[in-house]
T-cell receptor, first 114, second 107 residues
Framework: DARVTQTPRHKVTEMGQEVTMRCQPILGHNTVFWYRQTMMQGLELLAY????????DSGMPKDRFSAEMPDATLATLKIQPSEPRDSAVYFC????????????FGPGTRLLVL | AQRVTQPEKLLSVFKGAPVELKCNYSYSGSPELFWYVQYSRQRLQLLLRHISRESIKGFTADLNKGETSFHLKKPFAQEEDSAMYYC?????????FGTGTRLQVFP
C-alpha cells in the first residue's frame, strides 16, 4: 500500500533555529504539495511542484521559508529562522498530475517553536 | 477571489441524527468541489467529489450554484463519522481548502 511519508513526525525547536521537513511522495506521483494546518486558518497551501518544478509558492513567507525537490523521491520544506508563529502541523501531499487529481496526504510533521 | 467557507468549527449530534456540514464557495467559473476527511489518528483523505455524484459511507453532497453551496449530508450519523471534514475547491491544479468542521457524533 503506497503512502506518502514525512519526517520528522514531531519537532520541538527554539526560536531562531533552522527546521527542515522531508517528504517522500508516492512512487510515480509527479505533483507534490506542502500545506500548513492551524486551528485558525485550517489548511493553507504553501507551495507545490510538478515534475520537480515549483509551480506556485505564493502561500509561503519568502523571507524564511523555502521548498525544494532535489529529486523525484524527496521534497523538503525549510524554515530559517523559525519563529513561534510557525508552530503548526505541516502536511505533504502527492498526486499523479491528472486533472482534478486526488491528493494523497502524509501523516504530517507537528512543529513547535518555543 | 476564490474562497471556501465552512461556517461551523464544531458540529455535535447524537447517533442516528441527520447531519449537514455546510460549505459555501466563491468562484468565478464553473466550480469543482471536494470533501476531504481526517479521522482521528489517520491521514487526511478524499471522501467524495461532486463530479462523481457518488455516495460514500452514506454521505452525499449536492452542488447548488444558486446558493454557491456544497453541503455534506448524511441522514443518520454514526459514531465512526466523528472526524474533521474539509471542503475544497479545485482551482488551476490546486485545491483551496476551507477551515474545516469537526463533527462529533455522540452515542
Amino acid at each position: 500500500d503506497a503512502r506518502v511519508t514525512q519526517t520528522p513526525r514531531h519537532k520541538v525547536t527554539e526560536m531562531g533555529q533552522e527546521v527542515t521537513m522531508r517528504c517522500q511522495p508516492i512512487l510515480g506521483h509527479n505533483t507534490v504539495f506542502w500545506y500548513r494546518q492551524t486551528m485558525m486558518q485550517g489548511l493553507e497551501l504553501l507551495a507545490y511542484f510538478r515534475n520537480r518544478a515549483p509551480l506556485d509558492d505564493s502561500g509561503m513567507p519568502k523571507d524564511r521559508f523555502s521548498a525544494e525537490m532535489p529529486d523525484a523521491t524527496l521534497a523538503t520544506l525549510k524554515i530559517q529562522p523559525s519563529e513561534p508563529r510557525d508552530s503548526a502541523v505541516y502536511f505533504c501531499a502527492s498526486g499523479d498530475g491528472t486533472y482534478q487529481e486526488t491528493q494523497y496526504f502524509g501523516p504530517g510533521t507537528r512543529l513547535l517553536v518555543l | 477571489a476564490q474562497r471556501v467557507t465552512q461556517p461551523e468549527k464544531l458540529l455535535s449530534v447524537f447517533k442516528g441524527a441527520p447531519v449537514e456540514l455546510k460549505c459555501n464557495y466563491s468562484y468565478s467559473g464553473s466550480p469543482e468541489l471536494f470533501w476531504y476527511v481526517q479521522y482521528s489518528r489517520q491521514r487526511l483523505q478524499l471522501l467524495l467529489r461532486h463530479i462523481s455524484r457518488e455516495s460514500i459511507k452514506g454521505f452525499t453532497a449536492d452542488l447548488n450554484k444558486g446558493e454557491t453551496s456544497f453541503h455534506l449530508k448524511k441522514p443518520f450519523a454514526q459514531e465512526e463519522d466523528s472526524a474533521m471534514y474539509y471542503c475544497a475547491l479545485y482551482n488551476t491544479d490546486k485545491l483551496i481548502f476551507g477551515t474545516g468542521t469537526r463533527l462529533q457524533v455522540f452515542p
